[in-house]
């Protein structure tokens, strides 16, 4: 069974940095391209990244209104997928969930999601 | 980044069918056979429910269909029962570059 387990959401201030982190089991993680998707409070989904699987590359793509502060990167030796999060704005608040996904669908299984709250 | 459209809210009694529309471009929905169906009931992660525009995941009834017309997808339910009452999201593939978009969200309340 796919398990997804995200952790590292708080509170920080406006201009701060945050990692996430996401534990993979049940599959094999390293042939397996990953996103991040972000829900604001009462909102809806937003597409937040991706990262492909080092064996075409690992290559990283982001959606514009996070491109240049948000970095997505993976460690195949720990199952676990990060989202460094820096320059955070009080938009950036949200639900952020960590999904597998393909070329062909956004997404397939999702985590529990954790809580990231930007506010002074 | 593109944007697909989708009504926001919608509903049936028990046993009625329902169908969400999720309206884009020839350059998401229109230009690939990529689009996703999410539902998501309150306080929980989102699931797959269609891909690749007809597909069912396993475990997913087969009630949930999905097709597309042109630049629209839809996703019907049929024989409505309570636990459909969810939001329901369309996802569609966009390019290389930005390659996923979702819809704004569609409330579907079993009367």
């Known amino acids: 069974e796919v398990q997804l387990v995200e952790s590292g959401g708080g509170l920080v201030e406006p201009g701060g940095s945050l990692r996430l982190s996401c534990a993979a089991s049940g599959f094999t993680f390293r042939n397996t391209w990953m996103s991040w998707v972000r829900q604001a409070p009462g909102k809806g989904l937003e597409w937040v990244g991706r990262?492909?699987?080092?064996?075409?590359?690992?290559?990283?793509d982001y959606a514009a209104p996070v491109k240049g502060r948000f970095t997505i990167s993976r460690d195949d030796s720990k199952n676990t997928l990060y989202l460094q999060m820096n320059s955070l704005k009080s938009e950036d608040t949200a639900v952020y969930y960590c999904?597998?996904?393909?070329?062909?669908?956004?997404?397939?299984?999702w985590g529990q999601g954790t809580l990231v709250t930007v506010s002074s | 980044q593109s944007a697909l459209t989708q009504p926001p809210s919608a509903s049936g009694s028990p046993g009625q069918s329902v169908t969400i529309s999720c309206t884009g471009t020839s350059s998401d929905v229109g230009g690939y056979n990529y689009v996703s169906w999410y539902q998501q009931h309150p306080g929980k992660a989102p699931k797959l429910m269609i891909y690749e525009v007809t597909k069912r995941p396993s475990g997913v009834p087969d009630r949930f269909s999905g097709s597309k017309s042109g630049n629209t997808a839809s996703l019907t339910v049929s024989g409505l029962q309570a636990e459909d009452e969810a939001d329901y999201y369309c996802s569609s593939y966009v390019g290389s570059n930005t390659p996923y978009v979702f819809g704004p969200g569609t409330k579907v309340t079993v009367l």
């Open positions: 999904t597998t996904t393909t070329n062909t669908v956004t997404t397939w299984s």
């Open positions: 990262i492909k699987s080092k064996t075409v590359g690992g290559t990283t």
